[in-house]
T-cell receptor, first 112, second 115 residues
Framework: DAGVIQSPRHEVTEMGQEVTLRCKPI?????LFWYRQTMMRGLELLIY????????DSGMPEDRFSAKMPNASFSTLKIQPSEPRDSAVYFC??????????FGPGTRLTVL | GENVEQHPSTLSVQEGDSAVIKCTYS??????FPWYKQELGKRPQLIID?????GEKKDQRIAVTLNKTAKHFSLHITETQPEDSAVYFC??????????????FGKGTLLTVNP
């Protein structure tokens, strides 16, 4: 099993640019989670999906953030426009029926 | 919503000693409590979890205890080794489907095991 796959692993962009982060969950997993990790705020849940449907997006910081899951094997997290305070490591995780969450390697985002 | 407090924020022990990390939670409906280990620059990885129908669970050198009445749970690592050095996160959720699968994480404990 390849595990959760995320791309890109590193992203450096300038303020105001659009950023798209991608995630492929483990095959057969029906839950997908997007987290953001910073030193100041720790590990925060942004949004999660069940069977491709968003269940809870209360952690999405503001309208600049959006997430989609067009099918069971792909999800995106988009930031438009990006700001320096969005710099963080973004993790995607997946699970079966909300049990053990398996995390991807993360995308380290730097917004200059 | 759920609030998870984790202590201490840093912990330094000598190799071979035991380490204990404690967490408290606020939502009495929470019933699933995982612990994750995150090495520097790596992803969080589950090391052990416990559900509310048991009070203790053990896996080799790692054990977790749960006190539902007091709403706290603890991670115990015995015979620590340098490779145990990492950040450890506790978390809590209600389970049961819908938005109840939301995991709330503690702020983490940086464990350093000195050789």
């Amino acid at each position: 099993d390849a595990g959760v796959i995320q791309s890109p692993r590193h992203e450096v962009t300038e303020m105001g640019q659009e950023v798209t982060l991608r995630c492929k969950p483990i095959s057969g997993h029906d839950y997908l989670f997007w987290y953001r990790q910073t030193m100041m705020r720790g590990l925060e849940l942004l949004i999660y999906f069940n069977n491709n449907v968003p269940i809870d997006d209360s952690g999405m910081p503001e309208d600049r953030f959006s997430a989609k899951m067009p099918n069971a094997s792909f999800s995106t997290l988009k930031i438009q426009p990006s700001e320096p305070r969005d710099s963080a490591v973004y993790f995607c995780a997946s699970s079966v029926a909300g049990n053990t969450q398996y995390f991807g390697p993360g995308t380290r985002l730097t917004v200059l | 919503g759920e609030n998870v407090e984790q202590h201490p924020s840093t912990l330094s022990v000598q190799e071979g000693d035991s380490a204990v990390i404690k967490c408290t939670y606020s939502d009495s409906a929470s019933n699933y409590f995982p612990w994750y280990k995150q090495e520097l620059g790596k992803r969080p990885q589950l090391i052990i979890d416990i559900r509310s129908n048991v009070g203790e669970k053990k896996d080799q050198r790692i054990a977790v205890t749960l006190n539902k009445t007091a709403k706290h749970f603890s991670l115990h690592i015995t015979e620590t080794q340098p490779e145990d050095s990492a950040v450890y996160f506790c978390a809590a959720s209600r389970g049961g489907g819908g938005s109840n699968y939301k995991l709330t994480f503690g702020k983490g404990t940086l464990l350093t095991v000195n050789p």
